[in-house]
C-alpha cells in the first residue's frame, strides 16, 4: 500500500511538471504568386507565372516552452521558396530565411543562429519599418530604390525589455557566411538600434557595420545608417525613410562601392554627395498607405 501511494505521488508530481512546462509547436506557411503581363515599348507582351509578388512563397516551424518564472524558450526554422517551380529559396540551405533558438524572459530576449539584419527586413528582428511595400510589389519594393541589408549566419541578439515604449537592439555576427577562419579574416555584422512607439507613432534609429574583412579585394569597412517613422491615422498609414550608407574608397561602381552588386535610382526625393575620402549616399521618402476596411 504505502509503495502504491509513492507511486502516485510521483505520478502526480510529473503530471505538474508537465502542466508547468507548457510547449507549441506551430507549422505555418504562405504561397505567393501572381500572373505577370510585361509589354516593353517597341516588344513582344509577355505572359508568365511569377513567385514572391505580395510577401514571397515561405513554410516554417515555430515552437515554444513555457520554463516557469516568467523565462520560456523557443525555435524558428523558416525556408522560402518559389510556387511556380518548386525550388528552394537558396540552394544548399534547408532554412534560408531564419534559423533561430531564443531564451525569453524578464531581462528581454536573447536569439542565436542565423537571422536578418536590423535593417534586413527579413525575419523576426528586422526593426526597419520604412514601407508599405517593404522588399516586395516588383519595382515598388524597397529593394529597387534602397539597400536593406542581408540575412546573416552565426548571429545573436538581444531585445530588451520596453521602458517607456524605448526597446534596444544590439546584433552581432561572427561571420556573415562562415567563421571557421581566424576571427580577423572573418566577414562582421555589427548592429544597433532604438525603437520607441508612443501612441499612433513608431519610430526606429539603426547603425550597422560590415567589416567585409574576408571580401577577396579586401574591401573595407560600410556603415549604414537608417531611420524610419510610421504614423498611423487609421484610415491611412504614413511612412518615412532615412537611409545613409557611408563606405571608404572601393574599385568599381558606386553599387560595388556600397557593397551591393546593383543599385537603382530612386523616384523618391533623393540627394547624392561626394566628400574627399568617401561616398555618401542619402535618399529619403514619404510613402502614404491608404488602409482599406
Request: charged letters at 20%; proline letters at 1%; one cysteine or more.
Amino acid at each position: 500500500m504505502k509503495l502504491a501511494k509513492t507511486a502516485l505521488v510521483i505520478a502526480l508530481a510529473s503530471v505538474g511538471t508537465m502542466a508547468a512546462a507548457e510547449s507549441q509547436v506551430t507549422l505555418y506557411g504562405t504561397i505567393d504568386g501572381a500572373v505577370v503581363v510585361n509589354k516593353a515599348k517597341g516588344g513582344d507582351a509577355t505572359v508568365s507565372l511569377e513567385d514572391g509578388i505580395a510577401g514571397g512563397s515561405v513554410w516554417g516551424i515555430e515552437g515554444s516552452e513555457d520554463l516557469g518564472n516568467g523565462y520560456s524558450v523557443g525555435f524558428l526554422l523558416e525556408n522560402g521558396f518559389a510556387m511556380d517551380s518548386g525550388s528552394a529559396g537558396e540552394e544548399g540551405k534547408a532554412f534560408s530565411k531564419q534559423a533561430t533558438l531564443s531564451l525569453s524572459g524578464n531581462f528581454g530576449e536573447l536569439a542565436f543562429g542565423r537571422m536578418g539584419g536590423l535593417a534586413s527586413y527579413e525575419g523576426s528582428y528586422s526593426i526597419w519599418d520604412a514601407s508599405p511595400f517593404g522588399t516586395d510589389y516588383l519595382q515598388a519594393g524597397l529593394g529597387n530604390t534602397f539597400v536593406t541589408g542581408q540575412i546573416n549566419n552565426n548571429s545573436i541578439v538581444y531585445v530588451s525589455p520596453e521602458f517607456g515604449g524605448l526597446k534596444i537592439h544590439a546584433q552581432y555576427s561572427n561571420g556573415v557566411e562562415d567563421d571557421t577562419a581566424k576571427w580577423s579574416r572573418n566577414s562582421h555584422y555589427y548592429g544597433l538600434g532604438l525603437t520607441y512607439e508612443i501612441g499612433k507613432l513608431s519610430l526606429a534609429g539603426i547603425v550597422e557595420r560590415f567589416d567585409n574583412k574576408s571580401e577577396e579585394d579586401k574591401n573595407k569597412a560600410t556603415m549604414v545608417y537608417s531611420l524610419s517613422a510610421t504614423y498611423d491615422f487609421e484610415v491611412a498609414k504614413a511612412f518615412f525613410r532615412l537611409p545613409v550608407r557611408k563606405s571608404f574608397p572601393l574599385l568599381g561602381s558606386a553599387g560595388r562601392c556600397l557593397g551591393f552588386r546593383q543599385r537603382h535610382e530612386s523616384k523618391c526625393l533623393h540627394f547624392r554627395r561626394r566628400s574627399s575620402g568617401c561616398r555618401r549616399y542619402l535618399q529619403s521618402c514619404c510613402q502614404l498607405r491608404i488602409r482599406q476596411s
